[in-house]
């Protein structure tokens, strides 16, 4: 069997109404670049017909098309970690369900990495066709990302990457998957070229501004250790204003015999607790992760593949 030059990544979760477009645009542009192709669906426990979209698409075209169905919705992160352990391409391409990414961009992906031979290249967005509330979690998740892998570029989820890169990632077995920070752990030949982004024509976003907030939290908690040590840096600090304040309260008494009173106690009883609250709080962030690791829950679940 020749080997595929690319492998196209798709997750999917409530898109019934684009994926043949999607499909149809994405072979037009393989078949006008001469290169061979496959493309991964796969489908993240949706409530509409998405399922069914895939298996017309796999019957009419079966030597291009791999279906993956999961038992349960695990997140964009996990479905494409999923679709990455299928790829035979020797170059694989992550685009999202929506058309909000232009599958005739990709050609520009292609184009970048020859010219620079990264081993990753991300469709970088002038300016990203979301509301303001999803662009504001949007940017919440690059400001974190950029101060955790310290990378002035930003992230989407247009990318190639080469299998190589692939072959690195796919063997972590955490549950939490943030696939841009498992490729930066392993890289540093990134590059970046311009893309359109195009409005949502039909549907909706599977993210909430709450679940950007979420993810930020678990990108935070799950690739730095920085809660814990701002958790410290406050445990001094905060040490060092209580004893300062006890010896202005301590030198009062003795020197002009001011009563201490009930109110200061009071106060750092609360202060005091407060501050052991969010130092147990961090640490039990980290503890929980640690439970689920060691309780091997699965990343994914697989329950039809076509």
Same mark, same amino acid.
């Given at each position: 069997?020749?080997?595929?030059?690319?492998?196209?990544?798709?997750?999917?979760?409530?898109?019934?109404?684009?994926?043949?477009?999607?499909?149809?645009?994405?072979?037009?542009?393989?078949?006008?670049?001469?290169?061979?192709?496959?493309?991964?669906?796969?489908?993240?426990?949706?409530?509409?017909?998405?399922?069914?979209?895939?298996?017309?698409?796999?019957?009419?075209?079966?030597?291009?098309?791999?279906?993956?169905?999961?038992?349960?919705?695990?997140?964009?992160?996990?479905?494409? &970690?999923?679709?990455?352990?299928?790829?035979?391409?020797? !170059?694989?391409?992550? +685009?999202?369900?929506?058309?909000?990414?232009?599958?005739?961009?990709?050609?520009?992906? +292609?184009?970048?990495?020859?010219?620079?031979?990264?081993?990753?290249?991300?469709?970088?967005?002038?300016?990203?066709?979301?509301?303001?509330?999803?662009?504001?979690?949007?940017?919440? *998740?690059? &400001?974190? !990302?950029?101060?955790?892998?310290?990378?002035?570029?930003? #992230?989407?989820?247009?990318?190639?990457?080469?299998?190589?890169?692939?072959?690195? *990632?796919?063997?972590?077995?955490?549950?939490?998957?943030?696939?841009?920070?498992?490729?930066?752990?392993?890289?540093?030949? +990134?590059?970046?070229? %311009?893309?359109?982004?195009?409005?949502?024509?039909?549907?909706?976003?599977?993210?909430?501004?709450?679940?950007?907030?979420?993810?930020?939290?678990? &990108?935070?908690?799950?690739?730095?250790?920085?809660?814990?040590?701002?958790? #410290?840096?406050?445990?001094?600090? %905060?040490?060092?204003?209580?004893?300062?304040?006890? !010896?202005?309260?301590? !030198?009062?008494?003795?020197?002009?015999?001011?009563?201490?009173?009930?109110?200061?106690? +009071?106060?750092?009883?609360?202060?005091?607790?407060?501050?052991?609250?969010?130092?147990?709080?961090?640490?039990?962030?980290?503890?929980?992760?640690?439970?689920? &690791?060691?309780?091997?829950?699965?990343?994914?679940?697989?329950?039809?593949?076509?």
């Amino acid at each position: 069997m020749d080997k595929i030059n690319y492998s196209v990544v798709i997750p999917v979760f409530n898109s019934e109404a684009t994926l043949k477009e999607l499909y149809h645009r994405i072979t037009r542009v393989f078949e006008n670049l001469d290169k061979s192709y496959e493309v991964i669906f796969v489908e993240d426990c949706g409530t509409d017909n998405s399922w069914h979209v895939i298996e017309n698409l796999k019957e009419n075209d079966p030597s291009h098309i791999i279906g993956i169905k999961f038992s349960k919705n695990v997140g964009q992160h996990n479905a494409i &970690l999923c679709g990455l352990n299928y790829v035979s391409g020797e !170059f694989v391409i992550t +685009i999202d369900d929506d058309l909000q990414n232009l599958p005739e961009d990709i050609p520009k992906l +292609i184009d970048e990495r020859a010219a620079s031979n990264s081993e990753l290249v991300y469709g970088y967005y002038h300016e990203k066709k979301h509301n303001m509330l999803r662009n504001l979690g949007s940017n919440l *998740i690059q &400001l974190v !990302f950029r101060n955790i892998f310290r990378t002035k570029g930003k #992230i989407t989820s247009f990318r190639l990457i080469d299998s190589e890169l692939v072959k690195k *990632i796919v063997s972590h077995k955490q549950n939490f998957v943030f696939i841009d920070g498992l490729l930066h752990w392993y890289t540093k030949y +990134i590059s970046y070229t %311009f893309v359109e982004h195009e409005e949502r024509k039909i549907g909706r976003s599977g993210y909430s501004f709450k679940k950007l907030v979420a993810l930020s939290n678990n &990108l935070i908690f799950n690739f730095t250790t920085y809660p814990l040590k701002i958790v #410290i840096y406050l445990g001094i600090f %905060f040490s060092c204003i209580s004893f300062f304040i006890g !010896f202005i309260f301590i !030198f009062r008494k003795f020197v002009y015999d001011v009563p201490i009173g009930y109110t200061s106690i +009071i106060v750092s009883i609360f202060f005091t607790a407060g501050l052991i609250s969010l130092i147990i709080g961090a640490v039990g962030e980290y503890i929980i992760r640690i439970f689920t &690791l060691q309780n091997d829950k699965p990343q994914f679940s697989v329950r039809k593949i076509i």
